[in-house]
């Protein structure tokens, strides 16, 4: 399949790792696996995705020592949509973990179909947001992210010193973050150093798009993050 000849369409699949620890929330599971508006916050992530019928398959990637998968089987009979698959192959980093489901579904995507990579700490994310991406970035061969522009004035601290810096042009980067799999894969693999997909296809010398994304899909990462996300999602913003 070549984007080149502007013949085929490439397939677009999400890959959600959900092999963390969660170790800033100081809670007793893992993050993804807390209650949030009635279902795990893992599931809502999954949710999105499966709203979307662009998406044809959704791997979600956790531990292998994960003992909480089983709150999403039990709960969820939506899991009888065939996209869904769990692969317990997150690894010790967010990179390891994307990396090892890229490789292990290897088998089912072509080289230049998409893979949107989606943190399921966002549990915000909404299929309009996912449609505002594919339809954006879908045939960009340096692929895109959601990102919101920095709006606040921002200050760089340095020991008792603190600076003012421009924010011209300065973006937060959020997921889904969409890439043709053979590139991200390649990246990824070259590149270890990384703290998310678009840093390292940034490394192979490309220029991801940055499409404006939402507050809405913030990520949990500290306790009073999952009462923001409650208030942001109950109020149905960024649809
Ligand atoms: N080895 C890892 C580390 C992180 N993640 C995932 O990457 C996403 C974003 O990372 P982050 O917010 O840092 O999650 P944690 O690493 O779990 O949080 P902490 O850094 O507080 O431990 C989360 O969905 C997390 O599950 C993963 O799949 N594998
Ligand atoms: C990928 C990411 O969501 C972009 O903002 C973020 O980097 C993931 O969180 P982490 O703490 O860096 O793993």
């Known amino acids: 399949m070549s984007l080149n000849t502007g013949d085929t369409v490439p397939r677009f699949f999400a890959l959600i790792p959900a092999a963390g620890v969660g170790s800033r929330m100081k809670t007793s599971c893992p993050k993804q696996y807390l209650e ?9 992530c999954v949710e999105a995705f499966l709203a979307c019928e662009e998406i044809g398959r959704v791997c979600v990637v956790v531990s292998p020592t994960d003992i909480w998968l089983d709150r999403i089987r039990a709960l969820h009979p939506l899991l009888d949509d065939g996209r869904v698959c769990f692969l317990r192959c997150g690894g010790m980093t967010r990179r390891e973990t994307v990396l090892n489901g890229l490789d292990a579904m290897c088998h089912e995507w072509a080289p230049d179909d998409r893979v949107l990579v989606h943190d399921a700490a966002r549990p915000g994310l909404t299929p309009e947001l996912i449609r505002r ?12 992210i959601l ?20 924010r011209e042009g300065l973006w937060l980067a959020q997921t889904p973050q969409m890439f043709p799999c053979a590139l991200l894969r390649e990246a990824l693999a070259r590149y270890e150093q ?17 499409v404006e994304g939402h507050l809405c899909n913030t990520k949990i990462t500290c306790p009073s993050d999952l009462a923001l996300v409650e208030m942001l999602m109950k109020a149905g913003k960024g649809r």
């Open 36 to 44: 949030l508006l009635g279902k795990p916050v893992l599931w809502h």
């Open 194 to 210: 990384v703290t998310d997909e678009a840093g390292a296809v940034e490394a192979m010398g490309m220029n991801p798009l940055l």
């Open 133 to 144: 991406l594919v339809d954006t970035v879908a045939v960009s061969p340096d692929g895109g």
């Open 147 to 166: 990102a919101l522009p920095v709006a606040d004035t921002v200050k760089r601290r340095k020991d008792d010193r603190v600076e003012t810096i421009s």
